[in-house]
Nanobody, 122 residues
Framework: QVQLVESGGGLAQPGGSLRLSCAVS??????????LNWYRQAPGKERELVAR????????QYADSVKGRFTISEDNAKNMLYLQMHSLKPEDTAIYYC?????????????WGQGTQVTVSS
């Protein structure tokens, strides 16, 4: 059973830092995971992609709003995905979700964690 479990959210002051973690389990060696991603959803807004790690290339992509401030990374040995966030702004306040996109034949499957709340406020 695939599970993605986020942790590390909380309250941070503007300009502060937080590191989110996502424990990924249940995938097998033969599963083709195309990308590992962090999304966020603020109240009254749609869920948006924050950062993407394309697994086969090891390349990363970021939303313009977080470029230069957030870094996505993985630790394959520990089956962990991270999002290091610096220079936090109040507009970063949202529920952050870990996501894995898996290719299965002609289909793409999405797996989601339960989310972790990040609040940036003084």
């Amino acid at each position: 059973q695939v599970q993605l479990v986020e942790s590390g959210g909380g309250l941070a002051q503007p300009g502060g830092s937080l590191r989110l973690s996502c424990a990924v389990s249940g995938f097998t060696f033969s599963d083709y995971i195309m990308s590992l991603n962090w999304y966020r959803q603020a109240p009254g807004k749609e869920r948006e992609l924050v950062a993407r790690l394309i697994t086969i290339e090891g390349s990363t992509q970021y939303a313009d709003s977080v470029k230069g401030r957030f870094t996505i990374s993985e630790d394959n040995a520990k089956n962990m995905l991270y999002l290091q966030m610096h220079s936090l702004k109040p507009e970063d306040t949202a529920i952050y979700y870990c996501n894995a996109r898996r290719s299965l034949g002609p289909s793409t499957l999405n797996y989601w964690g339960q989310g972790t709340q990040v609040t940036v406020s003084s």
